[in-house]
Protein backbone atom coordinates (compact mmCIF):
# COMPACT_ATOMS: atom_id res chain seq x y z
CA UNK A 1 0.00 0.00 0.00
CA UNK A 2 1.46 3.43 -0.55
CA UNK A 3 -0.57 5.36 2.19
CA UNK A 4 0.42 7.74 4.66
CA UNK A 5 0.52 7.02 8.66
CA UNK A 6 -2.08 9.10 10.50
CA UNK A 7 -1.89 9.54 14.23
CA UNK A 8 -3.54 12.18 17.01
CA UNK A 9 -1.13 12.75 19.54
CA UNK A 10 2.51 12.70 17.78
CA UNK A 11 4.38 12.20 14.45
CA UNK A 12 8.39 11.30 14.29
CA UNK A 13 9.50 11.13 10.56
CA UNK A 14 13.42 9.68 10.23
CA UNK A 15 15.40 8.08 7.40
CA UNK A 16 15.87 5.19 10.04
CA UNK A 17 13.26 3.84 11.66
CA UNK A 18 15.21 3.25 15.27
CA UNK A 19 15.35 7.63 14.90
CA UNK A 20 11.75 7.41 14.74
CA UNK A 21 11.21 5.49 17.68
CA UNK A 22 13.34 6.93 19.57
CA UNK A 23 11.47 10.71 18.82
CA UNK A 24 8.38 8.73 19.68
CA UNK A 25 9.18 7.05 22.60
CA UNK A 26 10.14 11.31 24.04
CA UNK A 27 6.40 12.11 22.75
CA UNK A 28 5.08 8.76 24.82
CA UNK A 29 7.01 10.48 27.78
CA UNK A 30 4.88 13.79 27.59
CA UNK A 31 8.00 15.44 26.24
CA UNK A 32 7.52 17.99 22.96
CA UNK A 33 8.71 17.72 19.65
CA UNK A 34 12.20 19.56 20.37
CA UNK A 35 12.91 17.25 23.08
CA UNK A 36 11.90 14.30 20.37
CA UNK A 37 14.16 15.72 17.78
CA UNK A 38 16.93 16.22 19.86
CA UNK A 39 16.61 12.33 20.78
CA UNK A 40 16.24 11.11 17.56
CA UNK A 41 19.41 13.30 16.00
CA UNK A 42 21.39 11.19 18.74
CA UNK A 43 19.88 8.07 17.80
CA UNK A 44 20.17 8.75 13.99
CA UNK A 45 24.37 9.65 14.63
CA UNK A 46 24.42 6.20 15.86
CA UNK A 47 22.65 4.12 13.56
CA UNK A 48 23.39 5.78 10.30
CA UNK A 49 26.75 7.09 10.72
CA UNK A 50 27.68 7.37 7.62
CA UNK A 51 25.47 10.10 6.74
CA UNK A 52 25.31 12.45 9.67
CA UNK A 53 27.30 12.11 13.28
CA UNK A 54 28.31 14.68 16.53
CA UNK A 55 31.01 16.07 14.17
CA UNK A 56 28.90 17.70 11.70
CA UNK A 57 26.28 20.15 11.50
CA UNK A 58 22.78 20.45 12.17
CA UNK A 59 20.41 23.09 11.29
CA UNK A 60 16.38 23.48 13.00
CA UNK A 61 13.43 25.24 11.51
CA UNK A 62 10.63 25.10 14.64
CA UNK A 63 7.22 26.20 14.16
CA UNK A 64 5.11 27.07 17.00
CA UNK A 65 1.66 26.34 17.09
CA UNK A 66 1.46 30.23 17.08
CA UNK A 67 4.01 33.34 16.62
CA UNK A 68 6.60 33.28 14.49
CA UNK A 69 8.98 30.22 13.68
CA UNK A 70 12.39 30.25 14.80
CA UNK A 71 15.92 28.99 12.72
CA UNK A 72 18.63 27.75 14.63
CA UNK A 73 22.23 27.61 12.55
CA UNK A 74 24.20 25.28 14.25
CA UNK A 75 27.02 25.15 11.85
CA UNK A 76 30.76 25.56 12.73
CA UNK A 77 33.91 27.90 10.92
CA UNK A 78 36.57 27.45 9.73
CA UNK A 79 39.46 26.71 12.12
CA UNK A 80 42.01 29.68 13.18
CA UNK A 81 45.10 27.88 11.65
CA UNK A 82 42.63 27.04 8.32
CA UNK A 83 44.25 30.07 5.79
CA UNK A 84 45.33 29.56 2.37
CA UNK A 85 48.83 29.07 3.41
CA UNK A 86 47.85 25.96 5.11
CA UNK A 87 46.80 24.38 1.68
CA UNK A 88 50.09 25.95 -0.30
CA UNK A 89 50.51 23.75 -3.42
CA UNK A 90 46.99 22.61 -2.91
CA UNK A 91 44.61 23.19 -6.09
CA UNK A 92 41.75 22.82 -4.11
CA UNK A 93 40.84 21.63 -0.39
CA UNK A 94 40.85 17.61 -0.46
CA UNK A 95 37.47 15.88 0.26
CA UNK A 96 39.13 13.32 2.86
CA UNK A 97 41.87 12.93 5.27
CA UNK A 98 42.70 15.86 8.63
CA UNK A 99 43.03 18.67 6.19
CA UNK A 100 39.66 18.39 4.94
CA UNK A 101 38.38 18.23 8.55
CA UNK A 102 38.79 22.26 8.74
CA UNK A 103 35.43 23.36 10.27
CA UNK A 104 34.01 23.07 14.19
CA UNK A 105 31.52 20.67 14.31
CA UNK A 106 28.65 22.41 14.98
CA UNK A 107 25.51 19.85 15.34
CA UNK A 108 25.69 19.37 19.85
CA UNK A 109 25.42 23.32 19.57
CA UNK A 110 22.23 23.07 17.66
CA UNK A 111 20.75 20.63 20.45
CA UNK A 112 22.10 22.94 23.21
CA UNK A 113 20.25 25.91 21.74
CA UNK A 114 16.95 23.98 20.49
CA UNK A 115 16.91 22.67 23.90
CA UNK A 116 17.02 26.48 25.40
CA UNK A 117 14.13 27.28 23.00
CA UNK A 118 12.41 24.15 24.32
CA UNK A 119 12.70 25.77 27.56
CA UNK A 120 11.09 29.14 26.74
CA UNK A 121 8.27 27.69 25.47
CA UNK A 122 7.42 26.38 29.00
CA UNK A 123 6.56 22.56 30.36
CA UNK A 124 8.54 20.24 32.24
CA UNK A 125 11.75 19.59 30.36
CA UNK A 126 12.47 15.73 30.38
CA UNK A 127 16.47 14.99 31.30
CA UNK A 128 19.40 14.60 28.97
CA UNK A 129 20.14 11.77 30.19
CA UNK A 130 16.11 10.22 29.04
CA UNK A 131 16.93 12.02 25.34
CA UNK A 132 20.84 9.97 24.64
CA UNK A 133 19.49 6.84 26.36
CA UNK A 134 18.77 5.13 23.58
CA UNK A 135 21.15 6.61 21.44
CA UNK A 136 23.93 5.10 23.90
CA UNK A 137 22.14 1.98 24.09
CA UNK A 138 22.79 1.71 20.56
CA UNK A 139 26.22 2.50 20.38
CA UNK A 140 27.17 0.33 23.21
CA UNK A 141 25.43 -2.75 22.63
CA UNK A 142 24.95 -2.42 18.89
CA UNK A 143 22.65 -2.16 15.70
CA UNK A 144 22.09 -3.84 12.30
CA UNK A 145 24.11 -2.20 9.54
CA UNK A 146 21.93 -0.61 7.35
CA UNK A 147 22.34 -1.46 3.28
CA UNK A 148 22.89 2.16 2.91
CA UNK A 149 26.23 2.03 5.40
CA UNK A 150 27.62 -1.23 4.37
CA UNK A 151 27.40 0.00 0.07
CA UNK A 152 28.65 3.41 1.14
CA UNK A 153 31.48 1.98 2.98
CA UNK A 154 32.15 -0.34 -0.39
CA UNK A 155 31.80 2.18 -2.45
CA UNK A 156 34.12 4.73 -0.77
CA UNK A 157 36.43 1.56 0.80
CA UNK A 158 39.65 3.38 -1.49
CA UNK A 159 39.59 6.64 -0.18
CA UNK A 160 38.96 6.24 3.53
CA UNK A 161 40.25 2.91 4.69
CA UNK A 162 43.74 4.86 5.41
CA UNK A 163 41.96 7.88 6.73
CA UNK A 164 42.81 8.15 10.75
CA UNK A 165 40.55 6.28 12.66
CA UNK A 166 38.88 5.12 9.75
CA UNK A 167 39.42 1.28 9.88
CA UNK A 168 39.22 0.58 13.86
CA UNK A 169 35.49 2.12 13.68
CA UNK A 170 33.94 1.17 10.39
CA UNK A 171 36.14 -1.99 9.06
CA UNK A 172 35.53 -4.43 12.15
CA UNK A 173 37.74 -7.54 11.20
CA UNK A 174 39.83 -5.29 9.10
CA UNK A 175 36.68 -5.89 6.37
CA UNK A 176 33.49 -4.07 5.10
CA UNK A 177 30.77 -5.12 7.01
CA UNK A 178 27.55 -6.77 5.47
CA UNK A 179 24.46 -5.12 5.49
CA UNK A 180 22.53 -7.24 8.55
CA UNK A 181 25.84 -7.28 10.56
CA UNK A 182 26.13 -6.18 14.16
CA UNK A 183 27.59 -2.94 14.35
CA UNK A 184 29.21 -1.44 17.84
CA UNK A 185 30.41 1.78 18.90
CA UNK A 186 32.36 1.88 22.53
CA UNK A 187 34.07 4.87 21.94
CA UNK A 188 30.64 7.12 20.39
CA UNK A 189 28.74 5.67 23.67
CA UNK A 190 31.65 6.68 25.83
CA UNK A 191 31.60 10.04 24.44
CA UNK A 192 27.55 9.91 24.89
CA UNK A 193 27.67 9.21 28.28
CA UNK A 194 30.18 11.81 28.93
CA UNK A 195 28.14 14.45 26.98
CA UNK A 196 24.93 13.10 29.87
CA UNK A 197 27.08 13.44 32.53
CA UNK A 198 28.97 16.49 32.16
CA UNK A 199 26.52 18.37 29.76
CA UNK A 200 26.62 19.38 26.06
CA UNK A 201 28.90 22.29 26.64
CA UNK A 202 31.62 20.03 27.39
CA UNK A 203 31.67 19.64 23.57
CA UNK A 204 33.24 23.29 23.24
CA UNK A 205 33.93 24.07 26.84
CA UNK A 206 34.85 21.47 28.90
CA UNK A 207 37.15 18.01 29.47
CA UNK A 208 35.93 16.36 26.23
CA UNK A 209 36.84 20.10 24.04
CA UNK A 210 40.15 19.91 26.04
CA UNK A 211 40.73 16.05 24.66
CA UNK A 212 38.91 16.93 21.04
CA UNK A 213 41.59 19.49 20.50
CA UNK A 214 44.48 17.98 21.51
CA UNK A 215 43.41 14.63 19.29
CA UNK A 216 42.93 17.29 16.36
CA UNK A 217 45.96 18.71 16.72
CA UNK A 218 47.93 15.21 17.00
CA UNK A 219 46.45 14.74 13.57
CA UNK A 220 47.02 18.13 11.97
CA UNK A 221 43.86 19.49 11.82
CA UNK A 222 43.65 23.31 11.29
CA UNK A 223 40.75 23.63 14.89
CA UNK A 224 41.85 24.62 18.33
CA UNK A 225 40.52 24.48 21.68
CA UNK A 226 40.31 28.56 21.41
CA UNK A 227 37.94 27.28 17.80
CA UNK A 228 35.70 25.07 20.07
CA UNK A 229 35.61 27.26 22.77
CA UNK A 230 33.83 29.97 20.28
CA UNK A 231 31.61 28.06 18.66
CA UNK A 232 27.59 29.21 19.77
CA UNK A 233 24.53 27.89 17.78
CA UNK A 234 22.76 30.96 16.47
CA UNK A 235 19.33 31.71 16.19
CA UNK A 236 17.53 33.25 12.96
CA UNK A 237 14.96 34.79 11.34
CA UNK A 238 13.77 32.25 8.56
CA UNK A 239 13.51 33.20 4.89
CA UNK A 240 10.14 33.18 3.69
CA UNK A 241 8.26 33.46 0.78
CA UNK A 242 4.42 34.37 0.09
CA UNK A 243 3.27 31.63 -1.92
CA UNK A 244 -0.53 31.46 -3.39
CA UNK A 245 -0.78 27.85 -1.20
CA UNK A 246 0.66 29.79 1.69
CA UNK A 247 3.65 31.09 3.45
CA UNK A 248 6.81 28.80 3.34
CA UNK A 249 9.98 29.11 5.25
CA UNK A 250 13.26 27.68 4.74
CA UNK A 251 16.80 28.36 6.18
CA UNK A 252 19.37 31.77 5.81
CA UNK A 253 22.72 31.93 4.86
CA UNK A 254 25.01 29.62 4.69
CA UNK A 255 22.14 27.44 4.02
CA UNK A 256 20.81 27.75 -0.06
CA UNK A 257 17.80 27.95 1.25
CA UNK A 258 17.43 30.86 -0.91
CA UNK A 259 17.07 27.86 -3.22
CA UNK A 260 14.33 26.03 -1.99
CA UNK A 261 12.06 28.73 -2.11
CA UNK A 262 13.16 30.86 -5.17
CA UNK A 263 12.05 27.61 -7.11
CA UNK A 264 8.71 27.40 -5.43
CA UNK A 265 8.20 31.28 -6.01
CA UNK A 266 9.24 30.84 -9.43
CA UNK A 267 7.18 28.14 -10.30
CA UNK A 268 4.15 29.91 -8.59
CA UNK A 269 3.93 32.11 -11.22
CA UNK A 270 3.46 29.52 -13.60
CA UNK A 271 0.33 27.18 -14.33
CA UNK A 272 0.99 24.03 -12.09
CA UNK A 273 -1.80 23.34 -11.05
CA UNK A 274 -2.74 21.36 -14.34
CA UNK A 275 0.58 20.54 -15.57
CA UNK A 276 1.34 17.40 -16.73
CA UNK A 277 4.11 15.00 -15.65
CA UNK A 278 6.58 16.24 -18.08
CA UNK A 279 5.44 19.83 -18.09
CA UNK A 280 5.50 19.74 -13.79
CA UNK A 281 9.55 18.20 -14.01
CA UNK A 282 10.60 21.13 -16.91
CA UNK A 283 9.23 23.78 -15.21
CA UNK A 284 10.76 22.84 -12.10
CA UNK A 285 14.27 22.10 -13.37
CA UNK A 286 14.04 25.33 -15.27
CA UNK A 287 13.38 27.07 -12.25
CA UNK A 288 16.25 25.12 -10.71
CA UNK A 289 18.45 26.56 -12.95
CA UNK A 290 17.92 30.03 -12.11
CA UNK A 291 17.33 29.50 -8.68
CA UNK A 292 21.61 28.24 -8.64
CA UNK A 293 22.18 31.18 -10.34
CA UNK A 294 21.05 33.35 -7.20
CA UNK A 295 22.44 30.64 -4.98
CA UNK A 296 26.09 30.83 -6.75
CA UNK A 297 25.97 34.66 -7.17
CA UNK A 298 24.91 35.28 -3.61
CA UNK A 299 25.09 32.94 -0.54
CA UNK A 300 28.26 32.33 1.80
CA UNK A 301 29.04 33.13 4.95
CA UNK A 302 26.17 36.02 5.93
CA UNK A 303 29.00 38.10 7.66
CA UNK A 304 30.23 39.02 4.08
CA UNK A 305 27.21 38.62 1.94
CA UNK A 306 26.49 41.89 -0.12
CA UNK A 307 22.78 41.43 -0.65
CA UNK A 308 20.31 40.76 1.85
CA UNK A 309 18.48 37.38 0.94
CA UNK A 310 15.02 38.19 1.85
CA UNK A 311 15.26 40.78 -0.81
CA UNK A 312 15.59 38.51 -3.45
CA UNK A 313 12.59 36.68 -2.92
CA UNK A 314 9.72 39.09 -3.39
CA UNK A 315 7.30 38.00 -6.12
CA UNK A 316 8.33 40.65 -8.72
CA UNK A 317 11.84 39.46 -8.64
CA UNK A 318 10.57 36.17 -8.41
CA UNK A 319 8.21 36.70 -11.40
CA UNK A 320 11.00 38.48 -13.81
CA UNK A 321 12.32 35.17 -13.28
CA UNK A 322 9.38 32.88 -14.17
CA UNK A 323 9.60 35.18 -17.26
CA UNK A 324 12.91 34.19 -18.68
CA UNK A 325 11.70 29.90 -18.32
CA UNK A 326 10.85 28.93 -22.30
CA UNK A 327 7.95 25.65 -21.24
CA UNK A 328 9.11 24.24 -24.86
CA UNK A 329 12.73 24.53 -24.27
CA UNK A 330 15.36 23.40 -21.57
CA UNK A 331 17.82 26.38 -20.57
CA UNK A 332 21.65 25.46 -21.11
CA UNK A 333 22.98 24.29 -17.94
CA UNK A 334 26.58 24.77 -15.85
CA UNK A 335 27.50 22.78 -13.13
CA UNK A 336 26.33 22.29 -9.99
CA UNK A 337 27.46 22.21 -6.27
CA UNK A 338 27.33 18.45 -6.54
CA UNK A 339 26.17 15.39 -4.19
CA UNK A 340 26.22 15.51 -0.62
CA UNK A 341 25.20 12.84 2.49
CA UNK A 342 22.72 14.50 5.69
CA UNK A 343 19.57 12.96 7.27
CA UNK A 344 16.16 15.09 7.52
CA UNK A 345 13.62 14.75 10.17
CA UNK A 346 10.19 15.66 10.97
CA UNK A 347 8.44 15.89 14.44
CA UNK A 348 5.27 17.23 15.24
CA UNK A 349 3.87 16.96 18.93
CA UNK A 350 0.02 17.32 20.41
CA UNK A 351 0.23 21.00 20.75
CA UNK A 352 0.86 22.00 17.34
CA UNK A 353 4.85 22.14 18.08
CA UNK A 354 6.81 21.61 14.90
CA UNK A 355 10.04 21.17 13.90
CA UNK A 356 11.91 20.32 10.64
CA UNK A 357 15.80 19.79 10.87
CA UNK A 358 19.14 18.65 9.57
CA UNK A 359 21.93 16.95 10.60
CA UNK A 360 25.11 16.28 8.24
CA UNK A 361 28.83 15.60 7.57
CA UNK A 362 28.71 16.41 4.02
CA UNK A 363 29.80 13.38 2.25
CA UNK A 364 29.79 9.91 3.12
CA UNK A 365 31.54 9.47 6.30
CA UNK A 366 32.50 12.95 6.16
CA UNK A 367 36.11 13.54 6.36
CA UNK A 368 36.90 10.34 6.93
CA UNK A 369 38.93 10.66 9.98
CA UNK A 370 37.57 9.48 13.41
CA UNK A 371 39.19 11.12 16.21
CA UNK A 372 40.54 8.32 18.38
CA UNK A 373 38.60 7.16 21.51
CA UNK A 374 35.89 9.56 20.83
CA UNK A 375 33.98 7.38 17.87
CA UNK A 376 33.36 11.12 16.59
CA UNK A 377 33.78 11.10 12.64
CA UNK A 378 34.67 14.98 11.53
CA UNK A 379 32.74 16.53 8.62
CA UNK A 380 34.33 17.81 5.45
CA UNK A 381 31.88 20.77 5.09
CA UNK A 382 34.85 23.53 4.76
CA UNK A 383 35.84 21.60 1.33
CA UNK A 384 33.19 23.60 -0.12
CA UNK A 385 35.98 26.27 0.34
CA UNK A 386 37.47 28.22 -2.45
CA UNK A 387 41.63 28.47 -2.39
CA UNK A 388 40.73 31.47 -4.95
CA UNK A 389 41.53 34.72 -2.77
CA UNK A 390 38.95 36.15 -4.94
CA UNK A 391 35.92 33.57 -5.01
CA UNK A 392 32.73 34.19 -3.13
CA UNK A 393 33.38 30.96 -1.20
CA UNK A 394 37.51 31.93 -0.47
CA UNK A 395 38.98 30.06 2.64
CA UNK A 396 39.32 32.60 5.48
CA UNK A 397 39.71 31.23 9.45
CA UNK A 398 36.59 31.77 11.58
CA UNK A 399 34.61 31.92 8.03
CA UNK A 400 31.49 29.57 8.17
CA UNK A 401 31.71 27.99 4.75
CA UNK A 402 28.62 27.55 2.06
CA UNK A 403 25.88 24.83 3.16
CA UNK A 404 23.62 22.68 0.92
CA UNK A 405 21.35 21.66 3.97
CA UNK A 406 17.80 23.87 4.42
CA UNK A 407 15.23 21.71 6.09
CA UNK A 408 11.72 23.79 5.27
CA UNK A 409 8.38 24.09 6.88
CA UNK A 410 4.99 25.73 5.58
CA UNK A 411 1.63 27.26 6.84
CA UNK A 412 -0.85 26.59 4.53
CA UNK A 413 -4.09 28.94 3.55
CA UNK A 414 -5.73 25.96 4.62
CA UNK A 415 -4.97 25.82 8.16
CA UNK A 416 -2.60 22.67 7.68
CA UNK A 417 0.85 23.40 9.26
CA UNK A 418 4.01 20.94 6.64
CA UNK A 419 7.42 20.09 7.43
CA UNK A 420 9.31 18.66 4.84
CA UNK A 421 12.94 17.96 3.32
CA UNK A 422 15.20 15.70 2.22
CA UNK A 423 19.14 15.22 1.78
CA UNK A 424 20.86 15.14 -1.41
CA UNK A 425 23.06 18.37 -1.69
CA UNK A 426 22.07 19.83 -4.90
CA UNK A 427 18.85 17.74 -5.09
CA UNK A 428 17.38 19.21 -1.63
CA UNK A 429 15.90 22.10 -3.19
CA UNK A 430 14.78 19.57 -6.00
CA UNK A 431 12.92 17.12 -3.91
CA UNK A 432 11.28 20.22 -1.67
CA UNK A 433 9.87 21.34 -4.88
CA UNK A 434 8.27 17.57 -5.91
CA UNK A 435 6.93 17.34 -2.82
CA UNK A 436 5.84 20.90 -2.23
CA UNK A 437 4.36 20.67 -5.77
CA UNK A 438 2.70 17.42 -5.98
CA UNK A 439 0.93 17.37 -3.07
CA UNK A 440 -0.14 21.07 -2.07
CA UNK A 441 -0.30 22.55 -5.59
CA UNK A 442 -1.28 19.36 -7.44
CA UNK A 443 -3.54 17.56 -4.79
CA UNK A 444 -1.09 13.96 -4.52
CA UNK A 445 -2.19 12.05 -1.33
CA UNK A 446 1.17 12.44 0.52
CA UNK A 447 3.00 8.94 0.99
CA UNK A 448 2.47 9.17 -3.01
CA UNK A 449 3.65 12.55 -3.67
CA UNK A 450 7.15 10.85 -1.61
CA UNK A 451 7.30 7.19 -3.21
CA UNK A 452 6.64 8.63 -6.67
CA UNK A 453 9.71 8.88 -9.33
CA UNK A 454 11.57 11.44 -8.97
CA UNK A 455 14.57 13.75 -10.60
CA UNK A 456 17.86 15.43 -10.08
CA UNK A 457 19.34 18.37 -12.52
CA UNK A 458 23.30 17.66 -11.67
CA UNK A 459 25.72 15.05 -10.33
CA UNK A 460 25.45 11.92 -8.66
CA UNK A 461 27.85 10.13 -6.48
CA UNK A 462 31.44 10.05 -7.84
CA UNK A 463 30.16 11.63 -11.47
CA UNK A 464 30.96 14.51 -13.11
CA UNK A 465 27.68 14.51 -15.64
CA UNK A 466 25.58 17.32 -14.75
CA UNK A 467 22.51 15.81 -16.99
CA UNK A 468 19.16 15.62 -15.46
CA UNK A 469 18.92 12.48 -14.03
CA UNK A 470 15.57 9.95 -13.86
CA UNK A 471 14.70 7.51 -11.67
CA UNK A 472 13.42 4.68 -14.16
CA UNK A 473 9.86 3.84 -12.86
CA UNK A 474 8.99 6.99 -14.92
CA UNK A 475 7.16 6.15 -17.99
CA UNK A 476 8.45 6.52 -21.68
CA UNK A 477 5.89 9.17 -22.12
CA UNK A 478 7.24 11.19 -19.83
CA UNK A 479 11.18 10.71 -20.84
CA UNK A 480 10.61 11.12 -24.19
CA UNK A 481 8.85 14.64 -23.81
CA UNK A 482 11.76 15.82 -21.49
CA UNK A 483 14.19 14.92 -24.60
CA UNK A 484 11.95 16.72 -26.95
CA UNK A 485 12.03 19.81 -24.71
CA UNK A 486 15.91 19.78 -24.86
CA UNK A 487 16.65 17.85 -21.34
CA UNK A 488 19.73 15.69 -21.02
CA UNK A 489 18.61 12.63 -19.96
CA UNK A 490 19.99 9.78 -17.99
CA UNK A 491 18.11 7.09 -16.24
CA UNK A 492 18.65 5.89 -12.52
CA UNK A 493 17.46 2.71 -10.88
CA UNK A 494 14.00 2.85 -9.98
CA UNK A 495 14.81 3.61 -6.42
CA UNK A 496 17.87 5.71 -6.18
CA UNK A 497 19.38 7.15 -3.19
CA UNK A 498 20.73 9.52 -5.64
CA UNK A 499 17.55 11.41 -5.62
CA UNK A 500 17.47 11.65 -1.78
CA UNK A 501 15.54 10.11 1.54
CA UNK A 502 12.85 12.65 1.88
CA UNK A 503 10.07 13.07 4.83
CA UNK A 504 7.18 14.90 5.10
CA UNK A 505 4.24 15.53 8.09
CA UNK A 506 1.13 17.57 7.76
CA UNK A 507 -0.71 19.02 10.51
CA UNK A 508 -4.28 19.30 9.67
CA UNK A 509 -6.94 21.60 11.35
CA UNK A 510 -8.74 18.86 12.99
CA UNK A 511 -5.55 18.21 15.11
CA UNK A 512 -4.30 14.66 13.22
CA UNK A 513 -1.33 14.38 12.37
CA UNK A 514 -0.28 12.78 9.11
CA UNK A 515 3.28 11.51 8.01
CA UNK A 516 5.03 9.73 5.23
CA UNK A 517 8.43 8.61 4.72
CA UNK A 518 10.59 7.76 1.60
CA UNK A 519 10.57 4.26 0.82
CA UNK A 520 14.69 4.64 -0.46
CA UNK A 521 15.50 4.59 2.81
CA UNK A 522 15.99 2.43 5.92
CA UNK A 523 13.23 4.95 7.48
CA UNK A 524 9.49 5.19 9.20
CA UNK A 525 6.57 7.13 9.77
CA UNK A 526 5.81 6.50 13.52
CA UNK A 527 2.87 7.86 15.25
CA UNK A 528 0.44 7.39 18.57
Sequence with gaps: ????????????????????????????????????????????????????????????????????????????????????????????????????????????????????????????????ARLLNDAIRYAADGIP??????????????????????????????????????????????TLIQLVE?????????????????????????????????????????????????DIYNMTPPT?????????????????????????????????????????????????????????????RLKQLADRIDLNQAAPWGNGKGPGDTVWMGVMDSSGLSVSFIQSIYHEFGSGVVLPGTGITWQNRGASFSLDADHLLALAPGKQPFHTLNPAAARLNDGRTLVYGSMGGDGQPQTQAAIFTRHVVQGMPLQQALSAPRWLLGRTWGQLSDSLKLEGRFSAETINALQALGHEVELLPDFSEAVGHAGAIVRHTNGMLEGAFDPRSNGSAAGF
Design 1 to 128: MNQSNMAPQGMAVTPHHLASESALGILRAGGNAIEAMVAAAATIAVVYPHMNGLGGDGFWLIVPPGGEPVAIDASGAAGSLADLDFYAGESHIPHRGPKSALTVAGTVSGWSEALAVSGEYGGEQLPL
Design 145 to 190: ITASQAEATASKYAELAEQPGFATTFLPGNEIPKAGSRFVQPDLAA
Design 198 to 246: EGLDTFYRGPLAQRLAAEMSQLGMPITLEDLNRQQAKRRTPLRIRHQSG
Design 256 to 316: QGLVSLAILGITDHLTMEDADEAQTIHRIVEATKLAFGLRDSHITDPRFMREEMQSLLTSD
